[in-house]
């Protein structure tokens, strides 16, 4: 494997050294992802908890070996996205259902299902030495029509897969955000024991 270069999170405790080196880069390398692999890192996914044990998460994806398919999702992006991420190895499109299977009633908390599902997947990339940089920046109505995708189901996010790459490869701001050191709020300003002790508005 490569050796590991990123940024460690300074973390208070000494808390599992995979989410101490998760991050999430825009600069990968043109190393390609073998697709056992890619079925390994989905397989992390159907072990992810979710209500009633729906399992409201879909994936769509491609790899660069597949110009065509990854075309499409590219298309999917903002552009300030296809800036960066259109380098990636691989770009996954996230997809909830938004209804249970047995009632037909809404799900409040498919979003919340599928960002575990995402984090499942991300914690066996990064023991692989890959990193997974997830987007809010897609279009949705794009992407329902671009991979047809149903009525009850909905686009939420592309996350961009791959080994990383060289910062000195990115431009400007991004550069400086590449290399940057990562910060975090403290405990205390989101953990409150027993009473609500958080910001009024």
Do not use: C
């Not at 460690?8 to 600069?27: F, G, L, M």
């Not at 908390?109 to 499942?120: E, P, T």
């Not at 897609?138 to 791959?162: C, L, N, S």
């Amino acid at each position: 494997m490569e050796k590991k270069e990123n940024k460690k999170a300074n973390t208070e405790y000494d808390i599992h050294e995979i989410i101490q080196e998760r991050w999430s880069p825009r600069s990968f390398s043109v190393r390609e992802i073998k697709p056992e692999l890619i079925r390994k890192l989905f397989d992390a996914t159907r072990w992810a908890p979710s209500s009633f044990n729906e399992q409201p998460w879909r994936f769509i994806y491609a790899r660069k070996e597949e110009p065509e398919q990854f075309e499409k999702l590219y298309r999917v992006m903002g552009e300030f996205n296809q800036n960066w991420a259109g380098d990636a190895p691989m770009l996954i499109l996230t997809i909830l259902k938004e209804k249970f299977s047995k009632n037909s009633k809404p799900n409040r908390v498919a979003k919340f299902d599928l960002g575990a599902a995402m984090a499942y997947f991300t914690f066996e990339a990064t023991r692989h030495d890959l990193y997974v940089h997830q987007m809010a920046g897609i279009d949705q109505e794009k992407a329902r029509k671009i991979f047809d995708i149903p009525e009850g189901y909905k686009a939420v996010t592309m996350a961009a897969v791959g080994y990383k790459g060289v910062p000195d490869d990115l431009e400007g701001d991004l550069r400086e955000t590449e290399v940057s050191v990562r910060t975090r709020k403290d405990i205390d300003e989101i953990a409150f024991q027993g009473e609500w002790k958080g910001d009024k508005n």
